[in-house]
């Protein structure tokens, strides 16, 4: 019956429906011919594709095809329309670019546009081809189109590392992932090293230029996999769009998915590392997840860094990090869940350390998930005992949490048990004792909805007393002479209990989830704030304005400039270090360790020193502090600095590289000014010298 009533559960996912939706009915359909390099035969393929089309009776009409002078290429192109290409001049130049306004007003069923990643001339619609078929797809044209794989933007300097040949025109991995067909054209270096020397690629003296640099075997194997890699990610992203668009319940073993579970427990980053391994040794891609339980809120504060930790760590080795709420009864059945819906083959998880009574009591995971994964491979690893230095933190010290008792709650759970009583005692003589209970019940389920567990447990305990001394006879004493109102008393304590229980855990659970909401969303709107800024200030200053904003602390942020850490950005912007605070941020620099206030390094500084880190390494340095004394932060604030010091540390690297790869352009655009300067200069001064050098050997000789 469970069985049955899960199935029926399984619901389409909204955000695979929606991209199936935009594909349906956002216009053309396009297909792109991959190529691990030029000559594999990706327009030839295209071309035998469109001839296939138009046997088919589909209208077909060639846009552009460059045949880059190939007989057999050329031969295709008998019997297609080819629409006249648009001439544009340029420098006193006459150049042909596709005539896109002709093939709109053509608007064939298919158009056949070659060189996807072609820069067109200037004064055409668009500075880029793949635009020209963007534009055609939503005009409803389908399109065929074909690229090599070093023009994807992504791939451009894994290409420009593999060949030594930094390829200018690129087109984004949207365009990619926007394809509903990927055909790999594909070839073995051999074959295509021999086409290169038949002269069926390059013209000979070209092609001897290649075979020496491009065309080398490693390169062309290095590009083989290169493509194979990226068709393969697009079809295994198709695959998981299909199985959550129609519900269809994982694994596919398709390819490989990885799914790692995180707990508490300090052998977690054990599981990790065995993880990332075992990644790479199947090539697939992984997961972190932690699932968070009513039991979650109460971990301690260094199970709960140890979790954090966990899961950057992950993030760190490539894995995607993820911290879901339970649904489920049963943990494991949400790990099932999410790994179904996600086509994971295989879920890695820690051996249970737990005694037999917590087992037999809470039930066992691993156990759980054995019985339960069906086709999915399950791994249980012990791990390693690690020293608990491994995981003592940062060194630096945290407030606590500000947890003091408060009356009110109980205050308000006793008064709500009296206003019940006033209503029971009313109701009474009418409707008898059966809807008396019902009464104290409602008030039980009210407080712990709105004050929690033990308030609830509070009213429960007051509910019952009062059930009891005042209607089960005899009244007005604690003493019940009739068996049957011994058993209704003990009853009725034990739903209220169970009752407010199950109100208090719904209670939590909302709670978490409004945190979690709120935090989500602030994170969001800094990540996209980051994303739109283009200046290293700008980032700075949006890094401190939104750290000070979410945590209510001052911040700094210092930046290496010239050997020496010095402030770049700050809020409130007048702050200022002293030399106690600037010796604290030097040493956090230098060691890549935290100092300062609340740390071990340097304890009387006014601020705390954090560094920030990408996977280069140390970045810069944040500083934080407030008009209270002692540690700055509680364990929660500190979970949530670490997130804004990634997201925050990463844009800063983007916009440094971005400054980078400007400042090679324009010592590459100077070197190159610098050899036409001189190729000018030796070329102007050839003549005048020859004519020197030929004057004086007329000199020279005998009888002149």
Avoid at 165 to 185: M, W, Y
Avoid at 569 to 580: F, S, V
Avoid at 629 to 652: F, N, S, V
């Amino acid at each position: 019956m469970m069985a049955i009533i899960r199935d029926t559960e399984q619901r389409p996912s909204p955000e695979a429906l929606l991209e199936a939706a935009r594909r349906e009915n956002g216009g053309g359909r396009l297909k792109i011919f991959l190529g691990a390099a030029p000559g594999v035969g990706k327009t030839y393929e295209m071309l035998q594709s469109a001839h296939a089309k138009v046997k088919a009776g589909v209208d077909v009409v060639v846009g552009v095809v460059e045949t880059h002078g190939r007989l057999e290429t050329q031969a295709l192109l008998h019997g297609l329309e080819i629409l006249p290409r648009k001439a544009l001049a340029y420098k006193g130049q006459t150049l042909d670019e596709m005539d896109l306004d002709g093939l709109l007003a053509r608007r064939p069923k298919l158009a056949i546009v070659d060189e996807l990643a072609h820069t067109n001339a200037p004064g055409s619609r668009h500075p880029k081809r793949y635009m020209d078929v963007e534009e055609l797809l939503d005009n409803g044209i389908d399109v065929y189109t074909a690229v090599n794989i070093q023009h994807i933007e992504s791939l451009n300097d894994v290409v420009a590392q593999i060949t030594r040949v930094r390829v200018r025109e690129t087109v984004p991995d949207s365009i990619i992932d926007r394809a509903d067909d990927i055909e790999l054209v594909d070839l073995t270096p051999g074959d295509l090293i021999q086409r290169l020397k038949e002269g069926k690629v390059y013209v000979p003296k070209q092609a001897e230029r290649a075979l020496e640099h491009y065309f080398s075997s490693g390169n062309l194997t290095a590009l083989r996999e290169l493509a194979l890699r990226r068709t393969a990610e697009r079809v295994d992203e198709q695959l998981l769009n299909h199985m959550q668009a129609n519900a269809i319940s994982g694994p596919w073993a398709a390819g490989e998915r990885i799914l790692v579970c995180v707990s508490e427990d300090p052998r977690a980053a054990g599981l990790i590392r065995y993880t990332k391994r075992l990644a790479d040794r199947l090539h697939a891609p992984w997961t972190a997840i932690c699932i968070e339980t009513r039991r979650s809120l109460q971990l301690s504060d260094a199970e709960r860094d140890r979790i954090a930790t966990t899961l950057r760590l992950a993030e760190a080795l490539g894995a995607d990090a993820l911290t879901i709420p339970a649904v489920e009864r049963r943990i494991a059945d949400d790990i099932l869940t999410f790994a179904r819906a996600n086509n994971v083959t295989q879920i890695v998880i820690g051996k249970a350390t737990r005694s037999w009574w917590f087992e037999l009591v809470r039930g066992s995971v691993v156990h759980d998930l054995v019985r339960r994964a069906g086709n999915i491979s399950i791994h249980v690893i012990a791990g390693d005992k690690l020293d608990p230095e491994t995981f003592a933190g940062k060194g630096v010290r945290t407030a606590e949490r500000a947890e003091a008792a408060d009356p009110v709650p109980y205050v308000w759970s006793l008064a709500l048990v009296a206003v019940a009583l006033g209503i029971s005692k009313l109701i009474f003589p009418f409707l008898g004792i059966e809807n008396v209970d019902l009464v104290f019940l409602t008030v039980v389920v009210t407080v712990a909805v709105r004050f929690g567990l033990f308030p609830s447990l509070v009213a429960s305990i007051a509910a019952s007393l009062c059930y009891n001394f005042f209607f089960l006879p005899p009244v007005y004493t604690f003493t019940i002479t009739d068996p049957t109102n011994v058993a209704a008393f003990f009853f009725f304590m034990l739903i209220a209990m169970i009752v407010s229980n199950v109100a208090a855990r719904v209670r939590t659970q909302a709670v978490m989830a409004t945190g979690r909401a709120r935090t989500t969303e602030y994170l969001y709107s800094f990540s996209r704030k980051l994303a739109g800024t283009a200046t290293l200030d700008d980032v700075l200053w949006a890094t401190a304005y939104q750290t000070a904003l979410m945590l209510k602390v001052r911040v700094v942020l210092l930046l290496p400039e010239h050997g020496r850490i010095v402030v770049k950005a700050g809020y409130p912007p007048e702050d200022e270090l002293d030399q106690a605070d600037l010796a604290a941020a030097n040493w956090a620099w230098s060691n890549d360790r935290p100092a300062g206030r609340g740390s071990d390094t340097l304890p009387g500084a006014k601020r705390l020193f954090l560094p920030m880190r990408t996977g280069r390494g140390p970045i810069g340095v944040i500083g934080i502090d407030d008009d209270r004394t002692g540690p700055i932060l509680t364990p929660d604030q500190t979970r949530l600095l670490d997130a804004l010091m990634d997201q925050g540390a990463l844009a800063i690297e983007r916009v440094r590289l971005v400054e980078d790869i400007d400042h090679v352009k324009r010592v590459v655009e100077t070197d190159r000014l610098r050899s036409a300067l001189l190729t000018s200069i030796s070329h102007d001064l050839k003549t005048p010298l020859s004519s020197v050098l030929g004057s004086a050997s007329t000199m020279r000789k005998p009888g002149f």
